[in-house]
């Protein structure tokens, strides 16, 4: 076969060599069909083998992977995504027939979202889909996905759920190419996490990948039975990659420094204490980001004592650095059964986050004292996300201090932590000034999305979606220069803060502190360290003269 090239977008950094496997939408039997009564209990006996399947892969997951899981599981139990379904069966549809046509119609409606992030999460339905209808044909899907894949294969794939990706042995190397997929999907997050070289949007049928496969998930290239020369140049990019990386990683316990001696903290971004296994505390300068969510992924909601010792856990780790913990920032995407609402027709311009939590506060007010109780124990920070207005962040206050000094009266041990915002609504950014947070953390992700109306995983819009947007590097500049006049941190979380194409543009804003996945460490510190600031001035002075 002639050498084939195609292109994509990246999602998860690397290089990959090996044979493609293509993974085909599952097909599942029609079944004969039966009374209303006897299809409705079919697919009753048939949803919570689904949600079995899903709740033992989270068991033997990371907390990153387990809060992921935690969302499908979710919305497997909320009632809303099989009354669709229940009502057809009891028209007189079979049970596979009334699940397929009710996700189907739900998967259309993530697809069709204005969100960006919402349309990502389309492929969890699809997975749900079809782990249902497996159970009604008789059989799980995972015994049919992961005996394909022999370690160090190309999975090739229309989309692949995060339960799937789950199931395949990944330690001896692979990558996924996706023909549709987003690099904001949940799959593409646990690919980064565990270094998968990942390419979205090839916009080709995964059916028509085969033979050997080249991935540079660098630059997004996908090369088919390449010729003997393509395969050198290939393994010429990745040794010198490798090189680089190991470069790198051999200077990660050092601090972060500018070519022209800038200092810029870099702390890491993390989904609970499991990742921090493997990790020391001399590696960074702190955790920038705890996302809460993981906690709430279970059966029912985590009370104060659970709460407690894993954000205690968290502080203890840091030695003394400083962990930021973000509040439950759940609606939107992430639904948790018995807590977020059901039927909003736009859940991102909806409840979520902070909105949520405020209108939750018996829920809020057991996690912000296990916040207050942890805090005794080391340099913890509350974060509150998706705020919009400085009453969302005074209402906060008066609970949390409310709590603390409820602690105290009980002669429980209580620290009052700093509070501070997550910066990733617009009105926030232009208005930074009305808001009295002890500190500001950017979520470039969701604030270049609104910016620029425009989502990454849209291949005719992907290019718009872009941190380095003057527009979005204007108000990260506004947030930066407004906390080095008042004294307070700002910090940037977002996946912009990991990619070196845009380090020197965030550090150019006035920033000097980053937080970004542990996977993203050692090639964000050598980035830094490529970078003069002064040079950057002088040419930007040049060109306004």
């Not at 003057?470 to 979380?493: F, K, N, Q, T, Y």
Request: aromatic share 4%; glycine share 10%.
């Amino acid at each position: 076969m002639p050498e084939a090239r195609h292109r994509g977008r990246p999602a998860a950094p690397g290089f990959a060599a090996g044979p493609v496997v293509a993974l085909a939408t599952a097909v599942v039997g029609r079944r004969a069909g039966g009374d209303p009564a006897g299809e409705a209990a079919a697919l009753r006996a048939a949803m919570p083998k689904a949600a079995a399947e899903l709740a033992a892969l989270a068991a033997g997951a990371a907390d990153d992977a387990a809060g992921i899981l935690g969302f499908q599981i979710a919305l497997l139990e909320d009632d809303a995504l099989s009354a669709p379904a229940f009502a057809a069966i009891e028209g007189g549809a079979p049970a596979d027939v009334a699940w397929r046509e009710a996700l189907d119609n739900e998967i259309a409606g993530y697809r069709s979202a204005e969100d960006e992030t919402f349309r990502a999460r389309a492929a969890d339905l699809c997975d749900l889909r079809d782990r249902v209808l497996a159970w009604l044909d008789g059989g799980a899907v995972d015994t049919t996905v992961a005996p394909l894949v022999a370690p160090g294969s190309i999975v090739a794939a229309a989309d692949l759920p995060p339960s799937r990706f789950l199931a395949i042995d990944w330690r001896a190397g692979g990558a996924v190419l996706l023909s549709e997929g987003s690099r904001n999907s949940h799959v593409a997050m646990l690919a980064r996490a565990r270094g998968v070289p990942m390419i979205v949007g090839l916009g080709i049928d995964p059916c028509r990948l085969a033979g050997e496969a080249l991935v540079d998930a660098m630059g997004g290239e996908l090369v088919l039975d390449p010729a003997p020369a393509t395969r050198a140049a290939f393994e010429a990019r990745r040794r010198s990659h490798e090189v680089g990386a190991a470069e790198a990683a051999s200077h990660v316990g050092e601090p972060a420094v500018t070519a022209d001696g800038v200092a810029v903290a870099v702390h890491i971004n993390v989904a609970g204490p499991d990742e921090l296994a493997s990790l020391s505390p001399a590696i960074c300068d702190g955790i920038g980001l705890v996302r809460t969510e993981f906690l709430f992924a279970g059966e029912g909601l985590p009370d104060e004592e659970t709460q407690y010792r894993v954000y205690r856990r968290l502080t203890e780790w840091a030695a003394g650095k400083p962990v930021t913990i973000r509040t439950l920032d759940v609606g939107g995407d992430k639904p948790v059964a018995g807590l977020t609402a059901a039927g909003e027709s736009n859940p991102f311009l909806g409840v979520r986050g902070i909105r949520l939590s405020l209108a939750r506060p018996e829920v809020f007010a057991v996690q912000l004292r296990a916040l207050a109780r942890a805090a005794c124990h080391g340099a913890l920070r509350i974060m509150l996300p998706m705020v919009t207005v400085p009453e969302e962040l005074e209402a906060a206050r008066t609970l949390l201090d409310a709590e603390v000094a409820a602690l105290r009266t009980a002669g429980v041990p209580a620290t009052r932590p700093p509070l501070g915002i997550m910066v990733e609504v617009p009105a926030a950014a232009l208005a930074v000034e009305r808001f009295d947070a002890a500190f500001f953390s950017i979520g470039s992700n969701d604030l270049t999305q609104y910016v620029t109306a425009a989502g990454r995983d849209i291949a005719a819009v992907a290019d718009l979606a872009n941190p380095l947007n003057p527009a979005v590097l204007r108000l990260i500049r506004m947030v930066a220069e407004h906390g080095c006049a008042s004294g307070r941190e700002v910090s940037l979380c977002g996946d912009a803060g990991g990619d070196p194409e845009v380090i020197g543009a965030l550090l150019a804003t006035g920033l000097r502190s980053l937080s970004v996945a542990p996977a993203a460490l050692a090639a964000t510190k050598a980035a830094i360290g490529r970078i003069d600031l002064g040079r950057r001035a002088d040419s930007a002075a040049r060109k306004v003269r």
